[in-house]
């Protein structure tokens, strides 16, 4: 006999999602597309609370696809059907691979032509804080609203490369002088890259033990006050891979993830990511004990200095 989670991971092998357990209580649940290597949660799985049916849904292709305990699953998958629909996400993990090696070689080109940042540049002024081997250039964008593609380009750019385990650079995050009004942030990525497993660091000696903080102001702050070797994971749900890929080089480093204190966020995912991450790679915690992150607790430490 089929359990209702047996029909939920037939319904998700047809609509291309990864399966994951979740429970009954009729909300949707984020999911992994099948094709998705960076586990951007396009996908979405509900199960009814009284165990008798749900529905999954794949955002990036539109396909739903509802089922139920009592009946037969709603599309048999044949032999042929299942060739097919692997050798699509197979298509389409391909041209991911293609649109990245492209974004990759981009991100080199630009980074080889830039400069290196100056001091006083306004973003680090802001924070207090030294380059630490960014560079600068003029940043460009191309973005969509109601009327249309419109390309922006943002002079005085701050960039920071994202690099492999390998060490080869595969992205570029960008830090502009002020938030942009068009983009509606003051960061930004090469469109199309890799974020997932990739990383950067401040410190070029090696140190025990190392730190692991999500942005760049709160690594060159942690460097500058401790000395440390400190790994940008560039966001909280990045910081899991930079960990693991630290522990497998450097397998008796004492590894402590310097966390974002999210408090004034559902969940706090800063902290939680951190302690999740620490877990799996036998690694320790801190936090400031402010909402924020280490720049924002040094900076608030300063302003109190009569």
Known sequence: MKTIF????????????EYKAVPLDGEWHAANLADDPRGRGDGRIKLFPDGQGGFVWNHKTGEKQNFFLDRQS???ISPAERARIKAEQERRQQEQRER???TAR?????WSAATSAPSDHPYLSKKHIQPHGARLTTWQRSYEDKSGRHKITVENALILPLADAAGRIRNLQAIFPAESLELGRGKDFLPFGETAGLFWWIGAEK??????AEGF???ATLHEETGYRVYIAFSAGNLLAVGQIVRKHLPAVKIIFAADNDKKTAGNPGLTKANEAALAVDGFVTCPPIAGDFNDYTLSLQEAKP
Do not use: S
């Open 6 to 17: 047996d029909r939920a991971r037939e319904a998700c092998e047809l609509a291309g999602i």
């Open 106 to 110: 981009r991100a080199r080109a630009i």
């Open 100 to 102: 990245q090696n492209r």
């Open 74 to 76: 709603p599309k048999q």
């Open 207 to 212: 140190t025990d033990p190392v730190l692991i």
């Open 217 to 219: 102001a709160t690594a």
